[in-house]
DNA sequence: ATATCTGCAGGGCGTGATCA
DNA sequence: TGATCACGCCCTGCAGATAT
């Protein structure tokens, strides 16, 4: 593992090194290639009357993003382009001489143009950028990479003209590793058939006229010095040398072993280092801890970790909750004199509970409660639809404020669609044809039951279970104290103004949070 | 109101042309 | 072929616009 200390912001403040940065080949190839349409000139501006840039020009901006876009992927190559300011405060940490700002969005801007980063919207809706040309299809892996020593991060590096940066980087890939290598570089290339840029002779690839301005080049490159180890430099190349071949001059280069890291290294973690949901909510994150401050619980974002799985859970909160929750933990620091071991499972479920607190209100408020339970009218399998609601009330992200509007608006349409009929003599037991009828008529006077529960409005669904039971009964027990235990009953029943002609799936959630 | 993003001026580099 | 030059775009730093 080459990892150095450097003077970029990762050494001096916080003094950490610098790690290799992992680049896929086929990506610099393409990189690289986005000079092949050059000549063309085509610019491109951010707005209409924006300044303009050339779409097809390679820049010492487009370098470092190349790096740094490399550095904050994940190991698939998915990068989180939320907050674009976020990955330019990484680059400002990696290289010692950071690109300014406004190249770092353009830069940003034509890799989007070129399809080196590419934009698709997951099954959630959400957009997510991924950088092109960085799996293999075939195997699902990253695809061929170069480890790139440390030294790209440098000041020295970054003040190589354009021509050196790209001869190094372009060499440096084809070595691959490897140092054995003599990498061979014809200025012109014979052979017509099409060539990435990188392969199309240097005369053509360093976008130079003449050989000895790549002699100038390689002259510049043999006596470059770099840092091999933490404050130590060292000579990039063993060799560089202009050579006459067969097929007209050709540059060869020898690096320096020291640079080359070999391809088969374990601590794949180390190279990549995605941008933290704390980077990317700056502004959430301050406030949380801010919130956390106020009530003596700022230890809460002491750890890294738990930060940003904390910024990443509440960012859907609405504040009321998160305070609410912050209230609690403080009332167990108070008791307890210590955070919760897993403060994060307490959070959660603090929220949850008021969530549901508050959504019950509304559900009452707004008159929701018989659809939220419908078609259940036993309290457990009530209990049951009303956990399926606020789940899928929680999950809608939705504030209370919305949820509340979108559920007037609902209920309203279904007072519409499906008006409260009147009950009928009908939906209470078993009809005239049944045995249970039949069975409980020889009885007793079952009619004028059936009428009294309609009159009362007896919600039908116990009424049944009145009746099944006065069947059971009636087998062993004097029919007149059944007729008076029913009797009996009757006013007890919960009561239902009239029935709705709802379809059995019906389920209130999939109306209100459905898209 | 603050953070994020884009425009602008002028110096200097990148590119490619001219001249010997 | 090599030395030098000219044009225009990149680059920085800051101002101003836009988004949250």
Redesign the pocket.
Known sequence: MKALILGNRLGIVESKATYPVKITSLFLNQLFDMNLN??S?MKF???D??????KD?????DLQLAFILFRCCNAYGYIDLT????L?RRLENEFE???????F???L?KFSHHQLILSEESADGDIRHRLNYFMNEKTNKIGHYVLFHPFVFTKVFHEL???EKKLIISAYAQASGSSKKIITRNLKQVDKTFRHAQFSGLLSF???????HISDILNNLAQLLLPVETKTNAKLLDSVQLVKGKNGYKAELKFNSEFLIPVVNKDQQKYYNPLDACSLY??FF?FLKREADFYGIGELFSDQHLSNRLVKRLRPVSVRLIRHAFHDLMEYVKEKGILPRNPEYMIKHSIEDKFNTILDKVITKVGADEFVRYPETREELVKERKWSFSQAALKSKLGIKKIRIRMEQTIKSLNRSYPVLPWDVSDYGAGPTTYQYQELRKFLDIDSIKREALIEKVDPFYYGDLEYNALLAIRNTNPKVVEDWIRGELPKLPRLPGKRLLPYNFRLENLVFSN
């Open positions: 050059f000549s000139r501006s951010f707005r009357g924006g300044t303009l840039r050339l020009h390679l820049t010492h901006a907050n674009r300011k976020a330019y001489s950071p690109i300014s700002e406004g190249q969005y353009a830069a801007e003209t354009l021509a360093l976008h130079k006229s003449q050989k000895s700056p502004k301050s």
